[in-house]
């Protein structure tokens, strides 16, 4: 009788240990979904809520009713900063300065172009009264004032030396440029006929070169101009201004052309 009793006892308590396992597991389960429910929530984003909180961000940043004493907005702040930091001072008032330099340099650009204007103006006027159109022609184009010499107005033919002919359309140049602040491009061309034996130079390209050259000591030795102001080029027949086909665009060809430039002296 006591076995069966200590066997009925085992067998209860057994099935009581067991019932307390399934009710631990249960509870663990029930947390485990109750974390991911609360994960789940806080995860959602309220739009509502968060278009609130953004117009309200942006009215702060805009309007300046903020938290500061003085001053409003992100503005206040930055100027607040400013007055009290002297590095960020010295920053804004480097910035303010650049800025008045590009201001007095587009000031500059615009006196140049005033006086690229009256200069052309002036020697159309001249070409016009002293009936050399057919021997000057001056155009305004991208890179400046051109002005155009006929080599006929300018030297012999196969030769560099200026004729005296010349002498009253270099001096009437040579005044105005002495007015202007600007870099001048004398550039000499021919066309593409060889250099004849008698000629002392050997090539269109030297030929070139000393016409723009003997013009440019003119201004510089004669007239005195400014040497920085000038610079030179010899192209020979690289760059024609007609067709060599034609004895009419060969002679356009054979020419020194002076170029105003627009471009500020450093």
């Known amino acids: 009788m006591r076995q069966r009793s200590n066997r009925r006892k085992r067998d209860k308590g057994g099935e009581n240990g067991q019932d ?19 994960m789940f929530a806080m995860s959602r984003l309220d739009t509502e809520k968060y278009k609130e909180i953004t117009q309200s961000l942006q009215h702060t940043f805009r309007s300046g009713d903020s938290l500061l ?69 001056v155009a305004d184009q991208p890179k400046g004032i051109s002005i155009t010499l006929s080599d006929k107005l300018l030297f012999d033919v196969g030769k560099a030396d200026l004729k005296k002919g010349a002498m009253p359309v270099m001096d009437k140049l040579a005044s105005l440029f002495k007015e202007l602040h600007t870099v001048i491009s004398i550039e000499g061309h021919t066309d593409n006929l060889p250099i004849v034996y008698a000629s002392q130079y050997k090539d269109n390209w030297e030929l070139s070169g000393a016409r723009a050259l003997s013009v440019l000591r003119y201004f510089l030795d004669e007239k005195h101009l400014d040497a920085n102001n000038f610079q030179y080029a010899g192209y020979g027949d690289t760059r024609p201004a007609a067709d060599n086909r034609t004895e009419a665009g060969r002679q356009k060809n054979r020419r020194v052309e002076i170029i105003v430039l627009r471009q500020l002296k450093e």
């Open 20 to 38: 307390r396992w399934l009710i631990t597991y249960a509870d663990l389960i029930t947390l485990l979904l109750i974390f991911f429910v609360m």
């Open 69 to 137: 004493s003085q001053g409003s907005g992100i503005t206040g702040t930055a100027d607040k900063y400013t007055h009290r930091n002297p590095d960020t001072a010295q920053k804004s008032d480097q910035q303010k300065k650049g800025a008045d330099q590009l201001s007095d340099r587009e000031l500059a650009f615009r006196k140049q172009e005033q006086e690229l204007q009256n200069l052309m103006k002036v020697i159309s006027k001249y070409v016009k009264d002293n009936k050399l159109e057919d021997q000057i022609f």
